[in-house]
């Protein structure tokens, strides 16, 4: 299942967050696989795209942020799910 995670970090974090970034990476735990993660030219919001066939994988994803940053995970298809859930939902 693919997974859109939006992250906001204040100011006041923001270098802490970087720090731990080029330590860990994107610290992506065993049966998960990060698709791509953007940051924003202020370095104070960022997008990534996970697929994780365990919630449990993203919970343990998130421990070591969820103290610096507010994140938004949101699950979501992509274009060739979304067309085979439409074409399998028709009115």
Known sequence: M??????????????????????????APKGMKVIGNWLSVTLLEGWSIVEANDVADLGKLFQSWTDLNVNHVTPVFDEAGAHSFLSGHKK
Do not use: C, N, S, W
């Not at 970090?9 to 720090?19: F, G, I, Y």
């Open 2 to 27: 693919l997974f859109a995670i939006y992250y906001e970090m204040t100011p006041q974090h923001r270098d802490e967050v970087l720090k731990r970034f080029q330590k860990l990476g994107d610290a």
